[in-house]
């Protein structure tokens, strides 16, 4: 059981490319999320998906865009990367019934260097 | 709104030695708590939760929290620290009644176990 796997690993941008992170679970969750962490700032949630086709915005999605086509996969896309965008990506899912007390399950993290 | 405070940056304990890791929190109604540990290039991990019932919770590692509800708080803990428990340690809240809001998480905290 892979668990949620995030590809790439490390990523090194320059100004204005753009970019996808992929997200992939196994565990037929509803319930999809990406985080950025950077030091001292914690986890930021961006953006979030309760279910296939469903999607909503956290507390900083400015820059990005996910979509969610299938329960399986919860791409970010980066669309101009900037500088400011230079963290650490986790996307993270869990069941959505009883979302409130669930675990969340989380993937290894994509490093991301913007140039 | 909910919000989880961390107030220590950095917990540093010597091998064997009891360990605490703060947390307090606020929410509107009554509220979900998790603990999640993250060790070096790696995503985070769940150790416990409080959902209802006893106000001490025991979870993974030896790990356990308890919950005070007239303090806000849900402080970790550990009779005995080792240096493999030196990690960045997250602790998380959301409201009962939220439904399908997403879980927020405190800064974290860098727990530095000295042999």
């Known amino acids: 059981n892979a668990g949620v796997t995030q590809t790439p690993k490390f990523q090194v941008l320059k100004t204005g490319q753009s970019m996808t992170l992929q997200c992939a679970q196994d565990?037929?969750?509803?319930?999809m999320s990406w985080y950025r962490q950077d030091p001292g700032m914690g986890l930021r949630l961006i953006h979030y998906?309760?279910?296939?086709?469903?999607?909503d915005q956290g507390e900083v999605p400015n820059g990005y865009n996910v979509s969610r086509s299938t329960t399986e996969d919860f791409p970010l896309r980066l669309l101009s990367a900037a500088p400011s965008q230079t963290s650490v990506y986790f996307c993270?899912?869990?069941?959505?019934?009883?979302?409130?007390?669930?675990?969340?399950?989380f993937g290894a993290g994509t490093r991301l260097s913007v140039l | 709104a909910q919000s989880v405070a961390q107030p220590e940056d950095q917990v540093n304990v010597a091998e064997g030695n009891p360990l605490t890791v703060k947390c307090t929190y606020s929410v509107s109604g009554n509220p979900y708590l998790f603990w999640y540990v993250q060790y070096p290039n790696r995503g985070l991990q769940f150790l416990l939760k409080?959902?209802?019932?006893?106000?001490l919770v025991k979870g993974s590692y030896g790990f356990e929290a308890e919950f005070n509800k007239s303090q806000t708080s849900f402080h970790l803990k550990k009779p005995s620290a080792l240096v493999s428990d030196s990690a960045l340690y997250f602790c998380a809240v959301r409201d009962i009644r939220s439904g399908n809001t997403p879980l927020v998480f405190g800064k974290g905290t860098r727990l530095s176990v000295i042999a």
């Open positions: 993270a899912s869990s069941r959505r019934q009883t979302l409130a007390k669930n675990i969340q399950y």
């Open positions: 409080y959902i209802t019932g006893d106000n």
């Open positions: 998906s309760v279910g296939a086709g469903i999607t």
């Open positions: 565990m037929n969750h509803e319930y």
